[in-house]
């Protein structure tokens, strides 16, 4: 099953959980995102912008793997991934 | 990463008459409150900390009493939010009310104004955005569209960016019986343009306004405004503080003349009118583009009674040494009272507020985060006898000027000598 870490700001947008345990299995970062939506709208309109571009002040991993040095958002997501969304050392 | 809980601002207990300030800063919303006295201010904040808020408004037509704020995170996004209870609640949609279509090929940066639209309009409401855009709701805010005509100039392509961004800052709404379409924007570096059907064609209104950093310093457009005042109930005449230069139009934009008269300096930010007199407003001189703060060191509102033929320093209460301020264009607002009260902030932190038409200013207070929106309001839409009267006489004109018989084209056939 794929997780998605949810950080502090967001988590008002997911009923306050952590962590969105997908269904499914998504292949890609983008996928995990589209998925998240379906029950979670607010969560994808702040972390991609209305064009479907991640943000620049925001990071997204899966597992280790910064998907800004991968694929984007077209990063592959494997089995049982752990995908965390996290704000930039930037702001506030 | 850790996150720390911020407390929630405590809420601010408010009726009819008093006075309302809604304060953007680049760390969040604060609210100010205050009997008509304006002696004493509770205040109430930071609302969305962490966030910029550009752009704040509040509506009180209809019988409402809705706060509107646009906090912009540098991680998330920009967003619209409103609360009913002078902000104990806000209300933040999941799916952010402000976005462009997909086939616009933009995506929001930032929320620059939001203005309420004609008082006999009460749902419809205006944002100007970045990249510079006009959105408009016409069901009081639960949705929002893109303004095709605007959007689909053929100027839009030639507009630059100024230092804040290519932002549309200046959304004027026309309240008169006379011109019900009438819409007036500016961005920079846009410059002004107007729309006389309620905005479904637009025109560049930027005939006499200078713009220096091009070779051709009168251009159609492309002048850099930093910001537009008009007066409500002389809806046609407007005053322009310029990336250099300082204007006023009595024909609505149709033509602007200079009125730098007896300032140290026609660059500046912001620029606001008093509610009852149309020949009075308000800006805040800064040295040059180069350098952006308070000429001299003084802390200076400059302030016009005669429509801008001569301008008049004020000083009393205002640091005069040391106070290398900027006032930034949105960071000035007036309420409706008699004497009016003025008020703006700095990129310090200082809110200061004039209760005698701006004779004098006091401090507010300080140590607030950099200060980029001021706007005031008097709950309950009280307004002052004059600013009544005012509006009342432009009224009478209007309907008078409707209701009288169109003059035959024929040319009058002379007496016979």
Redesign the interface.
């Known amino acids: 099953m794929v997780r998605v870490l949810i950080?502090?700001?967001?988590q008002p947008?997911a009923a306050g959980r952590r962590e969105i345990a997908l269904a499914m299995t998504p292949r890609t970062v983008a996928d995990a995102l589209r998925a998240v939506a379906e029950t979670?709208?607010?969560i994808r309109?702040?972390?991609v912008?209305?064009?479907g571009?991640l943000?620049p002040?925001?990071n997204i991993f899966v597992g280790a793997e910064n998907i800004r040095d991968a694929d984007g958002l077209d990063t592959r997501v494997p089995d049982e991934a752990e995908i965390s969304i996290?704000?930039?050392v930037?702001?506030? | 990463m850790p996150m720390k809980k911020i407390p929630t601002p405590n809420a601010l207990a408010a009726r009819d008459g008093d006075v309302v300030l809604l304060v953007g800063t680049m760390k969040g919303l604060f609210l100010f409150r205050s009997t008509a006295a304006r002696r004493r201010w509770d205040v109430a904040g930071p609302y969305f900390p962490g966030t910029t808020v550009y752009a704040a408004a509040l509506d009180t037509r209809g019988g409402r009493r809705r706060l509107w704020a646009a906090p912009s995170s540098m991680h998330f996004g920009a967003e619209l939010a409103w609360s009913d209870d002078l902000g104990r609640r806000w209300t933040r949609p999941e799916t952010p009310l402000v976005r462009f279509p997909e086939e616009a090929g933009a995506s929001l940066k930032n929320i620059w104004q939001i203005s309420p639209g004609r008082a006999d309009e009460p749902d419809t409401l205006y944002c100007g955005v970045e990249p510079s855009a006009l959105f408009e709701s016409r069901d009081a805010g639960e949705t929002w569209s893109l303004n095709e005509g605007l959007w689909g100039h053929p100027h839009r392509e030639k507009w630059q960016p100024g230092g804040g961004g290519l932002c549309l800052h200046t959304v004027l709404v026309d309240p008169s019986p006379s011109q019900p379409g009438r819409l007036t924007v500016a961005s920079s570096t846009g410059g002004c343009y107007r729309s006389d059907d309620g905005g479904r064609t637009w025109n560049p209104r930027n005939r006499g306004v200078r713009a220096e950093f091009m070779p051709d310093p009168h251009p159609e457009f492309g002048q850099c405004v930093h910001k537009i005042a008009h007066h409500p109930a002389r809806p046609g005449r407007l005053y322009l503080q310029n990336h250099w230069g300082l204007y006023r139009s009595d024909d609505g934009g149709d033509s602007w003349r200079d009125i730098a008269n007896g300032v140290p300096s026609d660059f500046g930010f912001c620029m606001a009118t008093h509610p009852a007199d149309p020949d009075t407003a308000y800006i805040v001189p800064l040295h040059a583009d180069m350098f952006r703060c308070t000429p001299e060191g003084k802390l200076r509102v400059y302030r016009t009674r005669d429509g801008g033929r001569s301008w008049k320093p004020i000083t009393r209460g205002l640091p005069q040494k040391d106070a290398w301020e900027t006032v930034v264009r949105d960071a000035m607002g007036v309420d409706t009272l008699d004497p009016a009260g003025v008020y703006f902030g700095t990129r310090t932190g200082q809110l200061y507020g004039s209760r005698d038409d701006g004779d004098s200013f006091e401090l507010i207070t300080d140590g607030l985060p950099p200060v980029v929106c001021v706007r005031a309001a008097v709950l309950g839409g009280r307004k002052s006898p004059k600013a009544r009267a005012t509006a009342s006489k432009a009224t009478k004109t209007t309907k008078r000027k409707q209701a009288a018989p169109r003059r035959s084209r024929r040319p009058r056939r002379r007496k016979a000598a």
């Open positions: 950080p502090g700001p967001l947008f979670h709208p607010g309109d702040r972390v912008t209305e064009q571009a943000r002040h925001i996290l704000p930039a930037s702001g506030g």
